[in-house]
């Protein structure tokens, strides 16, 4: 669910504050100190003072001017998000041996099966399920999930 629909329709705060500390936490998580890097973070930290501005205002704006801008927060349009953005060049694959969760590749987005198997079949914690046996069945989810049955 949307971080607006949260706040707008259902007025469920708790998803709303939940997915602002999760971008938080992933900002925290970036060391780079080059202009690019702290250019992303002063992005990340207005998009959440935004999110939040619905729920508390007052130190919402506080944190907006604290931010370095001279128009009220209220008055600044609701971001938009790219969508060339929200494309990933790889995504994570669960792989299973069996049926249970043995492991987790990345693999490029709309991998193919023999890729995505050689990927998985190359993650050390995968082999050591396997015991040296080839799978005799293999079960593949684009880009989400690989079963190996042995």
């Not at 008055?75 to 969508?83: F, L, N, Q, S, V």
């Not at 994570?92 to 069996?98: K, Y």
């Not at 082999?127 to 799978?135: E, G, H, I, V, Y």
Request: hydrophobic share 45%; charged share 25%.
């Amino acid at each position: 669910m949307t971080q607006s629909r949260s706040v707008g329709r259902r007025r469920t705060f708790n998803t709303a504050i939940a997915a602002v500390m999760e971008l938080l936490n992933s900002v925290s998580r970036s060391s780079g100190d080059n202009a690019g890097e702290h250019q992303a973070r002063h992005e990340a930290l207005e998009i959440a003072v935004q999110a939040l501005a619905p729920i508390v205002p007052h130190i919402a704006h506080a944190l907006w001017r604290a931010l370095g801008h001279e128009r009220a927060i209220i008055d600044e349009p609701w971001p938009e998000p790219d969508p060339a953005a929200l494309l990933e060049d790889t995504v994570e694959m669960i792989v299973q041996v069996n049926g249970k969760l043995r492991g987790k590749v990345r693999v490029p987005a709309g991998a193919e099966e023999p890729v995505a198997l050689e990927l998985a079949l190359a993650e050390p914690a995968v082999r050591r399920f396997l015991a040296d046996q080839p799978p005799r069945k293999v079960v593949y989810v684009r880009g989400k999930l690989l079963n190996l049955v042995v």
